[in-house]
């Protein structure tokens, strides 16, 4: 009895120590955990959370739709943001005086914030016309 317990002890701190070295290697990756990050970190957790109701809602939760989304897409997202970090680090593009890890972020969180936008006027959310235009006039900027 003491085997199984010392050892389920073990895989546990195992298993503390690995999330631990995985979050201070992507908190690394992606140029640290600012203000920034955490924007888009929390609207892509409200972005999974209102395409799993708008999924629900529409009866197509299995769809490769949210297949994509949610297991390829979002950590797309933060590869490509652990890119534009390490390009900032670059000396070559210490003359260009702009973060590119700023410019994805902002970017991003344009992205999440319009498909949050989405979601929710398809699960019958008003949006006031103000927040609409200015999101559409933040889309239009990002794609040029």
């Given at each position: 009895?003491?085997?199984?317990?010392?050892?389920?002890?073990?895989?546990?701190?195992?298993?503390?120590?690995?999330?631990?070295?995985?979050?201070?290697?992507?908190?690394?990756?992606?140029?640290?955990?600012d203000?920034?990050?955490?924007?888009?970190?929390?609207?892509?957790?409200?972005?999974c959370?209102?395409?799993?109701?708008?999924?629900?809602?529409?009866?197509?939760?299995?769809?490769?739709?949210?297949?994509?989304?949610?297991?390829?897409?979002?950590?797309?997202i933060?590869?490509?943001?652990?890119?534009?970090?390490?390009?900032?680090?670059?000396?070559?593009?210490?003359?260009?005086?702009?973060?590119?890890?700023?410019?994805?972020?902002?970017?991003?969180?344009?992205?999440?914030?319009?498909?949050?936008?989405?979601?929710?006027?398809?699960?019958?959310?008003?949006?006031?016309?103000?927040?609409?235009?200015?999101?559409?006039?933040?889309?239009?900027?990002?794609?040029?």
């Amino acid at each position: 009895m003491g085997n199984i317990k010392e050892t389920l002890d073990n895989l546990l701190l195992y298993t503390q120590g690995l999330f631990f070295w995985l979050g201070a290697g992507f908190a690394s990756a992606v140029g640290g955990i600012d203000g920034d990050i955490r924007v888009l970190f929390c609207l892509t957790i409200i972005d999974c959370a209102t395409g799993l109701l708008k999924a629900i809602k529409e009866k197509n939760v299995l769809s490769k739709n949210m297949f994509i989304g949610f297991i390829i897409r979002k950590p797309a997202i933060y590869l490509a943001i652990a890119t534009m970090a390490q390009l900032d680090k670059a000396t070559f593009l210490n003359d260009i005086n702009i973060s590119l890890r700023v410019c994805m972020i902002t970017g991003c969180i344009i992205m999440e914030s319009i498909s949050i936008m989405e979601n929710l006027t398809k699960l019958g959310i008003k949006l006031p016309g103000l927040i609409e235009n200015i999101l559409a006039v933040k889309k239009q900027k990002l794609d040029q």
